[in-house]
């Protein structure tokens, strides 16, 4: 008989009630048993989309339910570190939102704390996952562009108004967009690419009012090759998503992966052509053919979220490898510190653990 692992989610914010409870709901192998929020509405809209599951208003409740064997966490960063602590001496499996934690250091002792409790733990790191960064995997693969020398990827918005009482656009610990949009493409990039040899970072805050960065531009430097991640909030009309320069042809793809878009309006990822991008924004390639230059369409591969949550059941139940793991998630973290350092001193800083 398949396993089945009761699960609680701790928090039913923006990540707890799109990114989360959908795919824990969708997949078999999980139960959820149990989502915490101690907000009232957020609590009655929890029970209506999800009625056989107890609504909590404390983190407690789940963490020392001794039913529960995996708790997610969606809760603000500032609180990573505690309640992830908290889980993984209950004896939990953990999944932790991303970013997994303010510091390197924090996450050092998150990691330790895993192996000593022998639990399972990951941070959610879904973008891997999305339809775009899985074609440009296979553009690399490829080898259609040559030698890779420059690899460039945009995550931007457009929303000139402030949230008053959003967490993310005060002045705390993790809070700001490098920690937050950021944190998904610098982790694409380490996927990619792997350690890099120096960071660059300028970041800037350009809407009145807001008192933590709002814009970065990240140069992550790898021998003959630049990567360029960037981020902003007020992109009105989007440039490409990803550019990619080879010294055969280049690369180009606009759009965002339609997963988002579609669990904000209620869809679930058993959703017939679930994850799958318009023609309209499918990446074109143009490289030398017998002498010719030649552009081709390339399909986009398909937004797969759901295979994040998959892995992480394989993981718990099976003993299977992670896809996402805490030490990389910890990488993702180091490159922040480093780049906020770079920031400040207005310098290219090597890498170091």
Known sequence: ?????????????NSGQIFLAPFIAAN???????????DSVKAAKAKAIYPDTEI??????????????????????????????????????VVVEKPFTITSADADELIALAKQQNRTMTVHHNRRFDS?????????????????????????????????????????????????LGAHLIDGAL??????????????????????????????????????????????????TYVLYGDHGTFIKYGMDVQEEALKKGLTPDTSDWGHEPEAIWGKLTAEENGVDITRTIESEPGRY??????????????????????????TIRVIELAFLSNGEKRTVGYTD
């Open 56 to 93: 909590v208003s404390d983190a407690d409740a789940i963490i020392n339910d001794d039913t529960i064997e995996l708790v997610l966490i969606g809760s603000p960063n500032t609180s990573h570190l505690s309640l992830t602590k908290k889980a993984l001496l209950a004896g939990k499996h």
């Open 191 to 240: 996927e990619l690419f792997g350690t890099p040899e120096a960071v660059t970072c300028m970041m800037l805050t350009q809407r009145p009012g807001l008192e933590v960065e709002d814009n970065f531009e990240i140069i992550l430097t790898y021998p003959g090759l630049k990567v360029t991640l960037k981020g902003g909030m007020l992109v009105k009309v989007p440039g490409p």
């Open 28 to 38: 078999p192998g999980f139960s959820l048993k149990k989502i915490s929020t101690s």
């Open 306 to 331: 759901q295979d994040y949550f998959q892995n992480v059941y394989d993981a718990i139940a099976e003993g299977k490898d992670l896809i996402v793991t805490p030490e990389q998630a910890r990488q």
């Open 132 to 180: 775009g960064h899985n074609t440009v995997k296979k553009v690399i693969a490829s080898k259609a562009l040559g030698t890779l020398v420059e690899y460039e990827v945009h995550y931007d918005r457009f929303r000139r108004e402030l949230r008053p009482g959003a967490w993310r656009e005060k002045p705390l610990p993790g809070s700001g967009i490098l920690y937050d």
């Open 1 to 13: 008989m398949k396993k089945i692992i009761n699960t609680g989610i701790l928090g039913f914010g």
